[in-house]
């Protein structure tokens, strides 16, 4: 199989980090656990057990959480010691948007909080099948406003997998509509997103075998429950598809053993093309929601410092690339 870094080197927008030796063990104990398992997490029965699986993300040191509610949606206030006032992170759960929870995802959301200084709040915004596009976005949107009417100055938004969709679409929207409220965004982050709807990228074939989550026929299932029969290449859907001039800087993670690999390759890909501020780092070794092993894995802790190193250059105003 050819790698990422011989189809697409020298790109100057590509970072790709070798799989380090300290993570080697670590990953191969976790996925002898969960590839029994490839592709059963499905529907509103994998809620119970998704947040499990999110709640053994190891807890940062010095923050603390609260419930809150933000622009009418309700969610969890991570706030690191000593946090910058007027300045806020948003951070959007992944869980194909049919599971996941803001209380689940808090101790991961608390590491980038922790990491950047500044407290960060997470949605809990309403889920398919009950509630299917557009509600996520729609929340997610109203979630943002209700920072800027909090009087948070400087926001940033971060989103993992189906997150991380949502904050791309999200950055987009923005983009497109800027107005007051957009002046307050300084940059993004995403984690793993799924820009394509249509799951139409060439890594759904090349890292099939590689990604111990997920299969085809699952995410399939999924995404139709969250779409109902809505255009999947809709760019409000599907961020890869948007218009991307004017994006607000932006940086992505992803490993370089999942099926959604070229969903990260190709949104910024087309990023770059549109002549924004992008970067796309690639985790060798690394698996879908390789960050929740922050304080275990290297691969993890080093992406966390490059995300706050990048964010702390957003909020304060600096133009250089990190």
């Not at 948003?90 to 959301?109: C, E, K, P, T, V």
């Not at 995410?219 to 255009?231: C, K, Q």
């Not at 796309?280 to 960050?291: N, Q, R, Y």
């Amino acid at each position: 199989m050819q790698t990422l870094q011989e189809v697409h080197s020298p790109a100057s927008w590509l970072l790709h980090h070798p799989f380090r030796s300290e993570d080697q063990a670590a990953m191969a104990a976790m996925r002898a656990i969960v590839e029994p398992n490839k592709g059963k997490l499905q529907g509103v029965a994998a809620r119970v057990p998704f947040d499990a699986i999110m709640e053994h993300v190891a807890a940062p040191a010095g923050v603390v959480y609260e419930a809150g509610r933000v622009g009418g949606v309700s969610g969890w206030w991570c706030r690191p010691e000593d946090a910058r006032p007027g300045q806020a992170v948003m951070h959007i759960h992944g869980g194909w948007f049919n599971f996941g929870s803001a209380q689940a995802f808090r101790h991961l959301a608390g590491h980038i909080a922790a990491g950047v200084g500044v407290a960060a709040f997470v949605p809990d915004y309403r889920l398919a099948p009950e509630h299917p596009f557009p509600a996520a976005a729609e929340d997610v949107r109203a979630c943002y406003f209700g920072l800027v009417e909090q009087g948070f100055s400087k926001i940033a938004i971060t989103g993992d997998s189906a997150g991380g969709t949502l904050a791309l679409g999200l950055l987009a929207h923005l983009a497109a509509n800027s107005d007051g409220a957009s002046k307050a965004l300084v940059g993004g982050v995403a984690l793993s997103p799924v820009t394509d709807l249509s799951l139409s990228g060439e890594s759904w074939s090349t890292r099939a075998a590689a990604d111990p989550y997920f299969t085809k026929p699952q995410a399939t299932e999924l995404v139709n429950s969250y779409l109902h029969g809505h255009d999947p290449t809709d760019p409000l859907a599907s961020p890869l598809h948007a218009d991307l001039a004017g994006l607000a800087p932006v940086r992505v993670h992803v490993g370089d053993d999942e099926v959604l690999l070229d969903d990260s390759v190709r949104f910024v890909e087309h990023a770059i093309a549109s002549g924004v501020d992008a970067r796309l780092d690639v985790w060798e070794g690394m698996v879908h929601g390789f960050l929740g092993g922050a304080g275990r894995l290297t691969a993890s802790n080093e992406a966390l410092q490059l995300i706050g190193e990048f964010l702390n250059d957003r909020f304060a105003g600096a133009a250089i690339q990190k």
